[in-house]
């Protein structure tokens, strides 16, 4: 038998692009790195002002006074917090007055910037084109423009240091019917049709079908009005006159104007303040970016 000839052995080098690529790949994760460490550094500035406010909260007037810039305290304590429950009857007055107004902002604004963009998207009436452009118009104008003739017409109406008038501008949003407008477009309109076709009415129909499979919707809507009504300052400051009418914010400047020496209790009054919103936050963060890209822009 003849001997087979052995085949010599070739290595195979990298091709030239290999290392290229390796070339190109290390600009582009120094650069990665450059934007995680100026994000991280921002995420640090932003935070620690909130650190500091808890960290004051917790202090003894005597430690706020001597070391205003630690952000752990020597000896923790809830005084401050104490002292505005013990001492500040109108802080838990306000507070009920906040939730009141929040809860009903949150309630009844789902449900009528969920039928406006609904209307709009679905049902055919005169005008439909040009209450869209309204609506689209009114984005475009700022709400401090508005203060001054809300205030004159709730004045004439009577709403004045009531709960009404706290309430009754902020039940319609121009932002939100046009962000559900956007969602019912994209809504299958062959689920509406099952349903006429079951016997069901228009109202029927979009209570029924359409708001329960638009729960991220609303629970993105109901997360920014949520915090815009809770943080809500001009408004209460123009129409309560009365401090038993204020709400938290507008509460919490007269308050400081009374203890504005008195960081720590300023502070733990601020926490407080805060508190309802973080939790929510913490609890709903995702719908927050669902919100931002709700609907598209499809026409």
Same mark, same amino acid.
């Given at each position: 038998?003849?001997? @087979? ?13 290999a ?34 406010? !808890?960290s ?12 205003? @810039? ?6 923790? @304590? ?24 929040t ?9 009528? $910037? ?8 679905r /049902? ?20 401090? !423009? ?14 004045? $240091? ?9 039940? !319609?949003?121009? @932002? ?42 609303l ?14 300052f001009?408004?209460?400051?123009? /129409? ?38 973080l939790?929510?936050? /913490? ?17």
């Amino acid at each position: 038998m003849k001997e @087979t000839a052995q085949m010599p052995i070739r290595t195979v080098k990298n091709p030239p692009s290999a290392g290229r690529k390796e070339r190109s790949g290390s600009p582009a994760r120094l650069w990665w790195g450059l934007l995680y460490a100026v994000l991280i550094l921002y995420a640090v500035i932003t935070f620690l002002p909130f650190v500091w406010a !808890v960290s004051t909260s917790l202090k003894t007037l005597q430690e706020v006074s001597h070391r205003p @810039t630690a952000l752990i305290p020597d000896q923790p @304590t809830l005084e401050a917090y104490r002292l505005i429950f013990s001492r500040t009857d109108l802080f838990l007055r306000w507070f009920f007055n906040s939730a009141v107004v929040t809860a009903t902002v949150v309630i009844l604004g789902l449900l009528f $910037n969920s039928m406006a963009g609904y209307a709009l998207a679905r /049902i055919p009436f005169f005008g439909q084109r040009f209450w869209f452009w309204f609506v689209l118009a009114s984005l475009m104008v700022p709400g401090q !423009v508005l203060i001054v003739p809300k205030y004159l017409i709730i004045r004439d109406l009577g709403g004045v $240091n009531t709960y009404w008038g706290l309430f009754l501008p902020s039940l !319609v949003n121009a @932002t939100w019917v046009f962000m559900m407008r956007q969602f019912f477009l994209n809504f299958p309109r062959e689920l509406e049709e099952a349903a006429e076709l079951d016997g069901l009415n228009r109202l029927q129909t979009f209570f029924r079908i359409v708001l329960p499979l638009a729960k991220p919707a609303l629970a993105a809507q109901a997360m920014f009005l949520f915090i815009g009504s809770w943080n809500e300052f001009m408004w209460p400051l123009v /129409i309560a006159t009365e401090q038993t009418m204020y709400t938290l914010p507008v509460g919490l400047t007269a308050f400081r104007s009374e203890y504005y020496t008195f960081w720590n209790v300023v502070m733990a009054a601020s926490m407080l303040f805060t508190l309802p919103s973080l939790i929510l936050f /913490i609890s709903f963060r995702r719908y927050f970016m669902e919100g931002i890209t709700l609907g598209g822009l499809k026409e």
